[in-house]
């Protein structure tokens, strides 16, 4: 079934794992099939076994006044959780009906295809990322679930113990509001149109290299997004001055470029000028100082990485497979 409302009707039906027959009510999950934001919990509780709406108990009542307080409206969002049905006891969730059930959730996330994901509580991350950690060190990072930026924070109830927890998940919810206010729609027809011409475009970027383990990644504010310096190639400039330039412009760095290291080529249509466009980046190595990083207008963050933790919070598959030819080139040189 391809709606979510025929996903809930499956959910309600199901009885792939043990807890489908010993709860009340299984727990779909709502909201509005084109949200922006996309809340994931654990698994439903005693409220919301019997009512069958998620996020209604005493974590739901804590969840709506954060979202108010972060000016997120609830009714905007859509909200669900990993497992749909309750677990006895309000036991957790173990991992083979976490892997029966994370299915449901992974359709929903792509029919809805919302602009951010909040996983609410380590176990929702766990269960669409690789990652394996604490919440304090998963808060650090910006993780991408295919393609769409990914939150994690602490689950409403953890307030219950510790009040203070408050405060840190409003800010982590406001981060992601922010997110989803400012990225841009993924375009459906990103495909070239047909019967439409190709303008050739170039660019080139620097991959900032600290010359041991470490490479520099710039965070741009309207997107919220992490990336790779880089821009369109200037009349008269050859490849490698326009990636050391933009790395000049975007991150207030000198560098020296030691090798090209990848090339992506790609063709999209563009609405906004209603033409198609066959573009060519070309990716240089770049040895840099770890000097003061300044960053340009329009970006708001920088972090010095492993190759791990670029893989994790790259958002464009390109840029994680620039990552890749980095390392690589890196491991030659050493
Ligand atoms: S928890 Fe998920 S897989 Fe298990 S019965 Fe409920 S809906 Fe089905």
């Given amino acids: 079934m391809s709606s979510l409302e025929g996903i809930a009707r499956e959910v309600r039906r199901c009885r792939r794992c043990r807890l489908g027959y010993i709860r009340k009510n299984a727990v779909p999950g709502a909201g509005p099939?084109?949200?922006?934001?996309?809340?994931?919990?654990?698994?439903?509780?005693?409220?919301?076994?019997?009512?069958?709406?998620?996020?209604?108990?005493?974590?739901?009542?804590?969840?709506?006044?954060?979202?108010?307080?972060?000016?997120?409206?609830?009714?905007?969002?859509?909200?669900?959780?990993?497992?749909?049905?309750?677990?006895?006891?309000?036991r957790r969730p173990r991992a083979d009906e976490v892997a029966t059930c994370r299915p449901y959730l992974m359709r929903q996330i792509d029919l809805v295809r919302p602009r951010v994901i909040v996983a609410l509580g380590l176990h929702s991350l766990y269960a669409l990322t690789t990652f394996r950690g604490s919440m304090s060190k998963a808060r650090k990072y910006q993780f991408v679930y295919h393609g769409?930026?990914?939150?994690?924070?602490?689950?409403?109830?953890?307030?219950?113990?510790?009040?203070?927890?408050?405060?840190?998940?409003?800010k982590d919810i406001a981060l992601a509001a922010q997110i989803a206010r400012t990225t841009k729609p993924r375009?459906?027809?990103?495909?070239?149109?047909?019967?439409?011409?190709?303008?050739?475009?170039?660019?080139?970027g620097g991959v900032p290299w600290d010359g041991g383990s470490k490479f520099l990644l710039i965070r741009r504010m309207d997107e919220g997004l992490w990336g790779i310096p880089k821009g369109g190639v200037e009349e008269g400039e050859t490849l490698e001055q326009t990636a050391l330039r933009e790395l000049k412009e975007e991150a207030g760095l000198k560098g020296k470029t030691v090798c090209p290291?990848?090339?992506?080529?790609?063709?999209?249509?563009e609405s906004e000028s209603e033409m198609n466009f066959d573009k060519t980046v070309c990716y240089f190595l770049v040895r840099v100082r770890r000097g003061k990083v300044k960053l340009e207008r329009g970006f708001e963050d920088y972090r010095w990485c492993t190759y791990e933790e670029a893989c994790r919070i790259l958002h464009y598959t390109n840029d994680r497979s620039v990552m890749r030819a980095a390392r690589m080139a890196v491991r030659r040189l050493s």
């Fill in 33 to 90: 099939s084109r949200a922006k934001m996309f809340f994931v919990g654990e698994a439903p509780g005693r409220d919301e076994d019997t009512s069958g709406r998620p996020f209604v108990g005493q974590s739901g009542k804590i969840l709506t006044a954060i979202l108010k307080s972060a000016r997120v409206r609830r009714e905007d969002a859509f909200i669900t959780s990993v497992n749909k049905c309750r677990p006895p006891g309000n």
């Fill in 148 to 170: 769409i930026p990914l939150i994690a924070t602490y689950h409403p109830a953890a307030v219950l113990y510790n009040r203070p927890v408050r405060a840190t998940i409003r």
């Fill in 187 to 204: 375009e459906g027809g990103i495909d070239p149109v047909p019967g439409i011409p190709f303008r050739k475009r170039v660019s080139s």
């Fill in 261 to 269: 290291i990848k090339r992506i080529r790609y063709r999209f249509y």
